[in-house]
């Protein structure tokens, strides 16, 4: 199967693997995620004032360029498909606004692409019980809290992935793969976002919050799909440990390094020394590196 | 505190733009507070978000001088939850907007940590762009 990818800014730099491992685990389920030949940034937040319609121009092209060469665009980064959902669903249900648009970027598009993200291409198409059919379930017993944040879930009306409150789909996919998903109040709470850019503590907190929650319930790492997420949860960990004593790292994954790592792919590829909390003993130390 | 209240307020120029760049209809808050409950940043707040929003409807402009506003991430638990439908991020956008529109950024890039922003993911910069700067 074939499918236009869009893999946005941050998984084309600082998250190399979490491309790399969603690319290389894709294909090993029979899935070809083509990069679209021409994009740009989608512009990391889906305009909230509804008269911002420049914002909406980034997101149209990709979704403009994705109708010359096919039908559907896959996102891996739950900010780039949540923008480009509700741009997509907007240019069909506001036609004024399409039409302003259209007339700016001097070509038409005409809102026949359709936006899938990752997980719930694998769900739908793929289906996760196929995931390790008949194969060894090599993360059998890895405690893994999986988190959801926010963009990927809400709003439900216009996302509809999966309850914005007791999500699944994550906590399948990592079922599938035989992890032991353990369940923590704080999968769908906010890490802090763009607060990080100007309000640190506040995301610290906001961040802390759910990692105690993940390791109060007994997981050993954390799983996520937006890479913003992974950051917040990730970079100020250090920080974390200076201003909690006892705190306790737990290193933060993408849901592709961990379904890249089931398959049985090669990780090198998969940043997996990228993260500033290491991943790779508690990796080692399972055998799975 | 005392407030004095008029129609030429509640029905005032701020209450019209803020209804106009959020596409909200501000008077259809109840004031149930399901917001501020279920507000993750709440905890950092001067004001809890069901109270920015008492003060646009009743046109009070101190809503512009709130840190609330900036402290609100677009997380949408309280759009998801608001059993009015009332989009409470759009109404903090907007009163974003209008401080920015009017007074400029909110952010001066060059000031963050260097090891910050070698770090940072490109979508943190540019999400904060887009937030913080006029």
Partial sequence: ?289 | MRVGLSIRQTRGEFVKRVEEISGQEILACNQCGKCSAGCPAAMAMDLLPSQVIRLVQLGLEEALTSETIWLCASCLTCLSRCPKGVDLPRIMEALRQLVLRKEGDRLELSALPADFLSEAPQLAIIAGSRKYLS
């Avoid at chain 1, 648009?101 to 359709?114: A, C, S, T």
């Avoid at chain 1, 769908?188 to 607060?195: F, Q």
């Avoid at chain 1, 997981?219 to 306790?248: I, K």
């Fill in chain 1, 1 to 289: 199967m074939r499918y236009l990818y869009f893999p946005g800014c941050t998984l084309s730099t600082k998250a190399k693997g979490f491309a790399a491992s969603g690319e290389a685990s894709a294909r090993a389920l029979g899935i070809d995620l083509v990069e679209l030949s021409r994009w740009n940034c989608c512009g990391a937040t889906f305009p909230l004032a509804t008269d911002n319609l420049l914002a909406l121009v980034a997101p149209t092209r990709i979704l403009l360029n994705a109708q010359k060469e096919g039908d559907h665009l896959v996102a891996l980064c739950s900010i780039c498909y949540h923008v480009l959902k509700r741009t997509n669903r907007l240019l069909k249900e506001e036609a004024d606004k399409r039409e302003k648009i259209n007339l700016f970027i001097e070509e038409e598009y005409r809102e026949e692409v359709q936006v899938l993200h990752l997980l719930g291409l694998l769900r739908d198409e793929i289906g996760f019980e196929a995931l390790c059919e008949g194969g060894q379930k090599r993360l059998q017993g890895l405690r893994v809290a999986p988190y959801y944040g926010c963009l990927l879930l809400r709003p439900f009306q216009e996302i509809g992935l999966d309850d914005p409150e007791e999500p699944r789909i994550l906590d399948d996919l990592l079922a599938s793969l035989g992890c032991e998903v353990v369940e923590f109040s704080h999968k769908s709470e906010c890490c802090g976002s763009y607060l990080a850019m100007n309000s640190s503590e506040v995301t610290r907190e906001l961040s802390y919050a759910i990692l105690r929650s993940a390791l109060a319930s007994g997981a050993q790492v954390v799983v996520t799909s937006c890479p913003l997420c992974q950051f917040n949860l990730d970079y100020r960990q250090g920080e974390m440990a200076a201003h909690y004593p006892g705190f306790a790292q737990i290193p933060v994954l993408y849901f592709t390094q961990l379904l890249g790592i089931a398959l049985g792919i090669e990780s090198d590829t998969f940043g997996l020394a990228d993260h500033h909390v290491d991943p790779r003993p508690l990796l080692v130390s399972r055998g799975l590196q």
